[in-house]
């Protein structure tokens, strides 16, 4: 069951959502993209979805650095966080 916290609420109530731009990230550890750098998304919302199980990796998720923790999810997971 999806909840929605504070601005989520308003943004989905006040605003059409679309769109605009989506990037997909493929991990592999044997060609070495194993990660992406911490940063900011440039979106009023995004979304990560997870495509494989919990059990085919070590690590993972969307890391928080507001709450020091990362969010993990199994497979058709999804997270979504404002990213202003």
Known sequence: ?????????DI???RRLRVFDSFFVKYDFELGQKFL????????ISLTIAMNGKEEYEG????????????????GGCVAFKAE
């Not at 750098?37 to 009023?44: C, E, G, I, R, V």
């Not at 969307?62 to 199994?74: I, N, Q, R, S």
């Open 12 to 14: 989905i109530k006040k």
């Open 60 to 75: 993972g998720g969307t890391w928080f650095m507001e709450t020091g923790k990362a969010c993990l999810t199994d497979v």
């Open 37 to 44: 750098p911490l940063h900011n998304d440039q979106s009023l």
């Open 1 to 9: 069951t999806a909840r929605l916290y504070g601005d989520f609420e």
